[in-house]
């Protein structure tokens, strides 16, 4: 992705972090469930602005099925952290409001189940939160783990990477230009416009997942990758797997941009973004959840000054 897209300026000096005078870009991911309630969100819209994050994220499942038999990816369990109250807003309509709370920001999904929805009608709402935004929406996409939300919603579970790459497929189309068609197995439609549409010419994708067909996803439409990985080690292997598809497939690495969690970095910030430097990771996603409850802001707000903008 383009690096006028902005960022967080690391300290030019090479022994801060390590990063040679570049630019290392830090989210807030799951900004949007701590921030549930208008004075919270607007406390976090502005105080992750004026921390100097570059973009605010948030997560999504529409519901919470009361028992789960799925297995959760990112834990050793296979147990999402998360209770049935935990407070999931829709992440569009959330970051509709932060887009105003936050003028400066990126706005993204981390990650939105494309399959779960719409694509016309998803088209309709990523293009206009892009307007609205004056250009600054990232889809963030994944093709769900839990099969309960799908079957509550009605959606078949089979096929459902198949589905979510031609609904990506179907955007694209309706983003490129008006009277546009498209047909294949999931979504067929005569010459429709779609307006408006959005102000970049095309909305970034990020892809997030661990999986080789997640890789393969990446590798094949993404402008990002966005694994769930905390390990240091394995993520630096992934990453390396993604770099070589891309090889592989003729495609420039630098091209798709990593995008990595920030979860056991906590302990030490500055170190951790060391890492991060040097793994290549092109943003620094840092979970909202370390800064929720009774004095989070400030919290965050030293979170900024610690690891974004230290000796400013």
Known sequence: MPSTYGGATLASTDDQHGQLGGIMKFGLAFASS???EQAQAFDICRTAEAAGFESLWGGEHVIMPSTIDSSYPYTADGK???EPE???PDPL???AF???AAPTLRLGTCILIVPQRNPLVLAKELATLDRVSGGRVEL???VGWMKEEFDALGIPWERRGARNDEYIAAMRALWAGPHAEFHGEFVDFAPVTCSPRP???SIPILVGGDSDVAIRRAVRMADGYFPGEGDTERLRALIARVRQGAEDAGRDPESIEINAMFGAH?????????IMSELGVGRVMVPAFFFGGASGMERLARFGETAITPGS
């Open 34 to 36: 701590i921030g549930i």
């Open 80 to 82: 999402i952290p998360a």
């Open 86 to 88: 935990t407070p999931i």
């Open 93 to 95: 309509i959330w970051l």
């Open 98 to 100: 932060a887009a105003a």
């Open 140 to 142: 963030g996409l994944g």
């Open 199 to 201: 102000i970049q010419e």
């Open 266 to 274: 906590m302990k030490d910030p500055v170190a951790g973004v060391e």
